[in-house]
């Protein structure tokens, strides 16, 4: 069974400083590695997708990176900002369904 | 683009009484996935279906059941409802072909609580 495991739970920053968001999973048999946000009782945003295939997806001041291998992944946010507070999940795509982590709640302080 | 349409957004029940959601995949999506998220949980995978028929079968207790229709949109039932059942309940969909493989696109959401 698939576990996903992501670190910290929580993060609180200064705006304007570099987020680095963890995520590690115990098999490596997967196809694909997203990672979402989420507001508070809100829906899930797909922020970036890693295909196994690949090592890194960029997008804006976003960069995830995987290292399938060792069964992680990492999500890089640059210069961020209030509005970026939120709920970071990663989830992980085996067959016929996708795992989540716990994520990792995340406030920007003004 | 389309999107992932679920119905209703919110529902709010009694305990023991029956409710039904709705799904509506992405168009040429086969594949639907049901998850529950309970507060301050991350979410967890219910059911899938691909092509109308189940594929995969996660924590869906024994008083839901759900299916997927002809034209793929999927219905999860639940009955005999408990106050534990007060979550959101995402659909999603993929495009899932023959390898498993999937990029699922989720729905908004439907908020379930149950008084």
């Known amino acids: 069974k698939q576990e996903v495991t992501q670190i910290p739970a929580a993060l609180s920053v200064p705006e304007g400083e570099n987020l680095v968001l963890n995520c590690s999973f115990t098999?490596?048999?997967?196809?694909?590695l997203q990672w979402f946000r989420q507001d508070p009782g809100k829906g899930l945003t797909s922020l970036l997708l890693?295909?196994?295939?690949?090592r890194e997806q960029t997008s804006g001041r976003l960069n995830a990176s995987l290292d399938k291998s060792s069964g992680r992944s990492t999500l890089y946010i640059a210069a961020s900002q209030p509005g970026d507070s939120a709920t970071y999940l990663c989830?992980?795509?085996?067959?016929?369904?996708?795992?989540f982590g716990a994520g990792t709640t995340v406030t920007v302080r003004a | 683009a389309a999107g992932v349409i679920q119905s209703p957004r919110h529902l709010i029940k009694e305990k023991r009484e029956t409710a039904t959601l709705k799904c509506y995949p992405i168009?040429?999506?086969?594949?639907v996935y049901w998850y529950q998220q309970g507060p301050g949980q991350d979410p967890q995978f219910l059911i899938s279906?691909?092509?109308?028929?189940?594929?995969d079968k996660g924590s869906i207790p024994d008083r839901f059941s759900a299916q997927q229709f002809s034209d793929y949109h999927s219905e999860l039932n639940m009955s005999s409802l408990e106050l534990g059942d007060s979550a959101l309940y995402f659909c999603?969909?993929?495009?899932?072909?023959?390898?498993?493989?999937?990029?699922?696109?989720f729905g908004a959401g439907s908020r379930l609580t149950v008084l």
């Open positions: 999603a969909s993929s495009q899932t072909g023959l390898s498993g493989a999937n990029v699922l696109t």
């Open positions: 098999d490596s048999a997967i196809y694909n």
């Open positions: 890693i295909q196994s295939s690949q």
């Open positions: 989830a992980v795509s085996g067959d016929y369904k996708l795992s």
């Open positions: 168009p040429r999506h086969d594949t």
């Open positions: 279906f691909y092509e109308k028929m189940q594929s």
